[in-house]
């Protein structure tokens, strides 16, 4: 089987990239197509993936929207190559509009619930994957699941956390760290939407820069006195990087959710909610806010009283154990499509079976 695999944010890779792997070591094809944001197309060549680029991602409303048919037809040029048999993607727009046009089926994985983009991947979309929790009805090509995008990469599984990381940020033996993720706002959804203030960024860390190290990671220009804080590692480490670190404070919601997983306490800053964060937040793993008032004094809070890590340690083990295994259930499905989409349509609790 052909599988073309549409990426257009660094999470993706990190969720497509063990099913690609299993499906590879099963003799499946896969290629990924990919337009050049942020971090794709180097974790694309250092996990030895098979890929084309679509170039510069554009990051302007009217970019966004010239960039629709510019990727299409370099999305069905692609795929006329490869010849797919299925289409997997979050929520492409490109993936979905090419499927179609090849009477290929193309499977939605979404997450987010941003109704811009499922308006315009949806007709063309033969299935739709969904946590459980996403509190949005989207028909009958909806599956829902009980697990996470993100324990795909973060089950144990999967993930080992590697105390080499801590030679890398050059912390020291008891050390602890703090990581900043600040977004770029540009994404369709984020417009009109903002997190942290300068000011409310720069009260944050010099309190903690009196505490402990600080790590930024930033799709923002940072100011100069900021630069010295900036994470300039390897991506594909960053995981390694959230698991030992004694704080996360995130305007980004993968950032925060991988965190609450990771089983460190989390503060994400971001008017838009997320489902994953929603629960987290219910176990008391991550903790929410629509812009930057009170993160100072939450942080301050989860800083001055170590419980808080241990019972996030412990609410985050029992919230991981109660889902099932993402990657597994997606090796199943996709190459027993349309059989298995009959199968979770006739019976939900068929995805019990991979835990």
């Not at 007709?123 to 909806?142: D, E, M, W």
């Not at 300039?232 to 390694?240: A, E, M």
């Not at 609450?260 to 994953?276: H, K």
């Amino acid at each position: 089987m052909n599988i073309l695999i549409d990426i257009g944010h660094p999470a993706h890779v990190h969720l497509f990239k063990n099913f690609a792997w299993k499906m590879q070591n099963k003799e499946h094809e896969i290629f990924f197509t990919v337009r050049d944001k942020e971090h794709e197309i180097y974790l694309l060549k250092i996990y030895g993936f098979n890929f084309k680029s679509f170039g510069k991602h554009y990051r302007s409303l009217i970019g966004k929207t010239l960039g629709l048919l510019r990727f299409n037809l370099k999305m069905l040029s692609s795929a006329l190559l490869f010849k797919p048999d299925i289409f997997l993607s979050h929520g492409s727009i490109y993936a979905a509009h090419v499927a179609w046009l090849m009477r290929k089926p193309h499977i939605s994985m979404e997450d987010t619930g941003n109704m811009e983009q499922v308006y315009l991947y949806k007709p063309f979309t033969k299935v739709i994957l969904t946590p459980i929790t996403l509190n949005k009805s989207l028909g009958s090509k909806q599956i829902q699941l009980r697990t996470y995008h993100e324990l795909a990469y973060l089950k144990s599984a999967y993930f080992l956390k590697s105390a080499n990381v801590l030679k890398l940020l050059n912390v020291k033996s008891g050390e602890k760290y703090c990581v900043i993720r600040l977004v770029s706002w540009n994404a369709t959804h984020d417009t009109g939407k903002m997190g942290l203030k300068e000011t409310e960024l720069i009260e944050i860390v010099d309190f903690l820069s009196m505490q402990m190290k600080i790590v930024i990671s930033s799709e923002q220009e940072l100011t100069t006195d900021l630069l010295k804080y900036k994470f300039s590692l390897s991506p594909d480490i960053i995981h390694d990087v959230l698991a030992f670190s004694s704080l996360v404070i995130s305007e980004g919601a993968t950032i925060a959710a991988e965190s609450g997983f990771l089983g460190v306490p989390a503060i994400y800053i971001n008017p838009q909610q997320t489902c994953n964060n929603k629960e987290l937040e219910q176990n008391g793993c991550v903790f929410t806010f629509k812009n930057g008032h009170g993160v100072l004094e939450k942080t301050k809070e989860i800083i001055n009283d170590m419980t808080i890590k241990n019972l996030v340690e412990i609410n985050s083990a029992n919230l991981v154990n109660e889902k099932i295994d993402l990657t597994s259930f997606m090796v199943w499905f996709v190459e027993y499509y349309p059989q298995s989409f009959k199968i979770m349509k006739e019976n939900p609790n068929y995805q019990e079976r991979f835990r």
